[in-house]
């Protein structure tokens, strides 16, 4: 058995609750991960808010997860072993996995090409808290092509794919502008980047900052204040990307999401590189508390309000 948690309908933080569930046994390219840790983002109750076909209900919860290898599906017709992401895969082995449908569980069973060894160097909370905003902040400097030299706004920089954003920018030579509440500016210092208050006079603060100008403009937060000063300041629009402004989409900036095919594509792929950083300590997740899976709603309660300082993980068993 697993407990796990559901959505059983569109909506609110009412309509989450945790079952318990007979978890099936991993057929071939597959394997079952003991779950140590779940990771959680604004997206678990985002697409629950918005949801509209029903026949995705009941809706399971979590995207990313670390554990430790419990089962493993049989070789496939050929003679080949099941193997993970990041070759081998044995029962007892550390792993991390991200693109999953159901985090939110004590056990689950899941696609072996989306698990991967977790560094030791990473706590699992961490591990299994570092790719759906490292991906994504990946997506963004890349699909806006900026480098070395570029200064670039970004609207958002001390929450998780800020904090991510900040950390690839640095790598890449690229100079980041952030908005953020002025209690968390030190949260963008200590990543790199220069923050700035967002509020009425953005635009103005932001041109100060930087005489030479902007060359694209990274919005993470998606409010109309981030897209009115990205419009204004940057006029190539395809330097303009948000994940999180769909209801302008008509005025030709960049919209990204991981249900979309080309993100989803990028985000697969770069899903190793940003675990190998992990592991060397060049991309860090800064946690701000854990709860008990049991606990969830209240967890979901807490990411959905002020800003929680970092990551948030569920650990079943607490």
Known sequence: MTQRWIATDFGGLENFTMIEDVLRAPNTGEVTITVRAAGMNPADYRYVAVGTNRDL???????????????????????RAT???????????????????????????VAAKDVFTKPASLSFPEAANLLLAGTTAAEMLAVTRVGAGDTILLHGASGAVGVSVLQQAATLGV?????????????VRMFGGEPIAYGPGL?????????????????????????DASLELVADRGLIVSI????????????????MPASASFRDNIRAELIRRAGEGSLVVPMART?????????????????????IALIPGD
């Open 83 to 109: 193997e993970i992401a990041s070759g081998g895969g044995a029962i007892g082995d550390a792993v991390l996995a991200f693109r999953v449908s159901g985090g939110y569980a004590s056990e689950i069973t």
């Open 57 to 79: 209900l009941p809706m399971p919860i979590g995207y990313e997860i670390a554990g430790i290898i419990s089962a493993v599906g049989p070789a496939d017709e050929s003679g």
């Open 291 to 311: 709860f008990a899976l049991a606990d969830a709603a209240a967890a979901l309660q807490l990411l959905s309000g002020e800003h929680p300082g970092g990551k």
């Open 203 to 227: 635009t103005g603060r932001v041109r100060t900052a930087a005489p030479e100008g902007i060359t694209a403009a990274l919005d993470a937060v998606g409010t109309d204040e981030a897209i």
């Open 244 to 259: 999180a402004a769909f209801a302008r989409a008509a005025e030709g900036y960049q919209l990204i999401a991981g249900s």
């Open 175 to 187: 100079r980041v502008i952030g908005t953020a509440s002025e209690k968390n500016f030190d949260q």
